[in-house]
């Protein structure tokens, strides 16, 4: 089992910066890779960023590439999101996930653990 709390979402300026964190505890962490994915208001989940708990590789969405940068800490089993250059289309509810690594990175089917959420709006 794995416990997944996201914390740091707020309103916040377009153009300005964000960072999210996602605090994970459980067993074997370093098995699984830690994503984050977002829902917009009236749409589906989507990707935005993962990396594997035991190595330094990393994924993006294209809407975020740039933008948005994704690293763990280990000792402190954090995950984080640091979101810049914020546009109103990225307002939504930011999820963090976790999965095993052999799996699609994208797909929300690729992670069974996830956290509550936290919402993030960006204004104009």
């Known amino acids: 089992q794995v416990q997944l709390v996201e914390s740091g979402g707020e309103l916040v300026q377009a153009g300005g910066s964000l960072r999210l964190s996602c605090a994970a505890s459980g067993r074997s962490l370093g098995a699984y890779r830690l994503a984050w994915f977002r829902q917009p208001p009236g749409k589906e989940r989507e990707f935005v960023a993962a990396?594997?708990?035991?190595?330094?590789?990393?994924s993006y969405s294209d809407s975020v590439k740039g933008r948005f940068s994704v690293y763990r800490d280990n000792a402190k089993n954090t995950l984080t999101l640091q979101m810049n250059s914020l546009e109103p289309e990225d307002t939504a509810t930011y999820y963090c996930s976790a999965g095993p690594p052999f799996l699609p990175d994208s797909s929300r089917d690729s992670y069974m653990y996830w956290g509550q959420g936290t919402q993030v709006t960006v204004s104009l």
């Open positions: 990396v594997t708990w035991s190595s330094d590789t990393s």
